[in-house]
């Protein structure tokens, strides 16, 4: 169901209601569309909607809800967004991390967290390197080796949907960090962005281990969060029509499962390796009855 809260929120000259779902973002996408809500007014897990289409959105079926209801509501829905990964607290939280991770680099970090923030990324987004950053953290104690840190920073820094991305942003961290950081971790750097590829490290290959279990982690989220990365997925190929997006889509997924073993470290096992071989078999069992 969708529910709104009255218009009270300040913002360029008039003021603002919340449109949100309490069942699913996708349901929430699909009556924005339908009723006209533009796409960028999307914050997440709400839309920020212009006092002068309450009306017509309550009309359209909508629920008015108070303020406080509609955040209990959101709340109790699962799809509430916590704030730390919201894009200016996302962006704060990754410039703190650069400039701890690579101290008087920050034109570098500001070009890559550009790149990450580009209007065109879903999910891979600023707030997936965020992710990817803090399962690091969760593997190795927030004690990453900064080769590894780095190849997060670069693994997705090229970003255009085609099979091409992985080498483009191993070549751009080539041209970055040269003269930056010693040949020899650039070398590293770069072997490890390529390796996202396939996420297949081999078998004494620790830092490959911890980039790709970090980078899959999101396999292993609760229901709500692997939901809104599949819808975020989907998003980052609307180009594709849905036949041929379900039958990309599916392939990803057989081959993610057929990954053996799925995570590497014992420790992205223990968080990630059942709920993700859940979360997979459900996503594919959907696609196959769709």
Known sequence: MIFIDPPF???HGTVFSHLISDAS????????????VAERAFDLDHYDVPERIYLD????GAVPLSGKELARTLVASGLRIKAKYRVKSVSTVLELRWNALMPGQPELGAELLGRWSEPHRHYHSATHL???LEALDALTGRNTPREVALAAWFHDAVYNGTTADEEDSAVLAQECLNG???TIETAEICRLVRLTTTHSPAAGDVAGHLLCDADLAILGGEPDAYSRYTEGVRRDY??????DFAKGRSAVVRQLLALQPMFHTARGQELWAARAQENLNRELAGILTS
């Open 180 to 182: 930056i950081v010693p």
């Open 25 to 36: 973002v996708a349901e929430l996408h699909a009556f924005a569309a339908a009723n006209g």
């Open 130 to 132: 965020l992710a990817v």
């Open 238 to 243: 609307a180009h594709v029509s849905e036949d």
């Open 9 to 11: 929120w300040p913002a």
């Open 57 to 60: 959105l309550v009309a359209a």
